[in-house]
Nanobody
């Protein structure tokens, strides 16, 4: 498994942008599918976006399509989430997750980074 550390969260106004980063340990990062999830207060954790091992395939939750972009740099063992046109409903703790090639589920998680969007 990889160890994941998120960064880049903060407090911004509606309409602003943020870029989250997730740094992974280990030499096998490039073999992992990666994803971002989020959890708002009082709500269950929900899927935001995912990217395959090469970066050639991505998928987004409908509410963030056209506003968020997931990407990865395998040379830097890092996955990113560029968030534009942020809305108050994007407020949540954002988690990075990794899924190894032999797993059906995401089996490594970061500690989360808080994103707060004020209106």
């Amino acid at each position: 498994q990889v160890q994941l550390v998120e960064s880049g969260g903060g407090l911004v106004q509606a309409g602003a942008s943020l870029r989250l980063s997730c740094a992974a340990s280990g030499r096998t990062f490039s073999t992992y599918a990666m994803a971002w999830f989020r959890q708002a207060p009082g709500k269950e954790r929900e899927f935001v976006a995912r990217i395959n091992w090469s970066g050639g395939s991505t998928y987004y939750q409908n509410s963030v399509k056209g506003r968020f972009t997931i990407s990865r740099d395998n040379a830097k063992n890092t996955v990113y989430l560029q968030m534009n046109s942020l809305k108050p409903e994007d407020t949540a703790v954002y988690y990075c997750a990794a899924k190894s090639a032999d797993s059906a589920t995401y089996n490594s998680w970061g500690q989360g980074t808080q994103v707060t969007v004020s209106s």
